[in-house]
């Protein structure tokens, strides 16, 4: 098994980050459609285990009309338009009320546990806006500077820092537990430690590529502590779906959504906190 992660690790990373810098826009945009549209599919096994193409028509009849109604253009998307902000905004405060969700976890849950109509909502909040600010994030300069380019990659380096960080900090030193009901290995030393980690990183990475950026160490912590509330909200779906797994396309390392379930929370909570701030 381990094997055949590193495999696959070492096959995915030179084309992600190919792909982020080397992509016209156009083509960025329909990877990350896909990449969105794949975990869209996992997604639906929460909300229904037989007939999952019901669930999956309706995500993809929205990505489609977002695609149609939303600027793709990134020359467009830097202007910041009001459509970007709805998306964002509605971004934040659905990862504020999932991390509530995950800390009171089972209380409450029998609103939404059995519910498909609610699982499919949680569906679309988690992933159209990781879509979109991926998009918005991107566009940053775009023919001007490599400044989305450079953006991209800081969200996932202190989203992949802070998880190792809080894996490594938490098995050590962890007591006081985040979650509980949700994952009892998650604890808030560890989430301390991945900050902390993520916070090494950033400034390292700043300092290499000439990134600056105002209330810096803010927006990363923000980032990275709904980075890891991303991933406790996936387990806790699983948890009530009986899933194991979100899937198996990537040897080693299981679904797509395995792999971005941080991200989902990252690239939002970024993008609307550097554009609020800065």
């Given at each position: 098994m381990l094997k055949t992660r590193i495999i696959s690790g070492l096959i995915l990373a030179p084309l992600l980050i190919f792909s982020i810098i080397f992509f016209s826009f156009k083509y960025f945009m329909i990877l990350v459609g896909l990449i969105s549209i794949l975990a869209l599919w996992e997604w639906t096994q929460f909300v229904v285990k037989e007939s999952r193409i019901y669930p999956m028509i309706l995500f993809i009849i929205l990505l489609l009309c977002l695609m149609y109604l939303l600027p793709t253009n990134p020359n467009?998307?830097?202007?910041?338009?009001?459509?970007?902000?709805?998306?964002?905004?509605?971004?934040?405060?659905?990862?504020?009320?999932?991390?509530?969700?995950?800390?009171?976890?089972?209380?409450?849950?029998?609103?939404?546990?059995?519910?498909?109509?609610?699982?499919?909502?949680?569906?679309?909040?988690?992933?159209?806006?990781?879509?979109?600010?991926?998009?918005?994030?991107?566009?940053?300069?775009?023919?001007?500077?490599?400044?989305?380019?450079?953006?991209?990659?800081?969200?996932?380096?202190i989203t992949w820092s802070a998880d190792t960080g809080a894996y490594f900090v938490g098995k050590k030193y962890g007591k006081h537990k985040m979650s509980p009901?949700?994952?009892?290995?998650?604890?808030?030393?560890?989430?301390?430690?991945?900050?902390?980690?993520?916070?090494?990183?950033?400034?390292?990475?700043?300092?290499?590529?000439?990134?600056?950026?105002?209330?810096?160490?803010?927006?990363?912590?923000?980032?990275?502590?709904?980075?890891i509330f991303g991933d406790l909200v996936e387990s806790m779906l699983k948890r009530v779906s009986h899933v194991k797994d979100s899937g198996r396309i990537i040897p080693g390392h299981g679904g797509v959504l395995d792999r971005i379930d941080s991200l989902l929370a990252a690239f939002p909570i970024f993008t609307i906190s550097y554009l609020l701030l800065n």
């Open positions: 467009e998307l830097q202007h910041k338009l009001v459509f970007d902000y709805v998306i964002l905004v509605i971004g934040m405060i659905w990862w504020v009320l999932a991390s509530l969700m995950v800390i009171i976890f089972p209380r409450n849950s029998e609103y939404w546990v059995d519910s498909k109509s609610f699982k499919e909502l949680f569906g679309i909040l988690s992933i159209v806006p990781f879509f979109w600010s991926t998009l918005i994030l991107r566009s940053f300069e775009y023919n001007i500077s490599d400044k989305g380019i450079k953006l991209v990659f800081l969200v996932l380096f009901h949700v994952s009892p290995n998650k604890t808030i030393e560890g989430m301390a430690g991945g900050v902390l980690f993520a916070f090494v990183v950033a400034t390292i990475y700043s300092n290499i590529f000439s990134i600056s950026i105002n209330y810096f160490y803010l927006i990363i912590a923000l980032t990275v502590i709904f980075s």
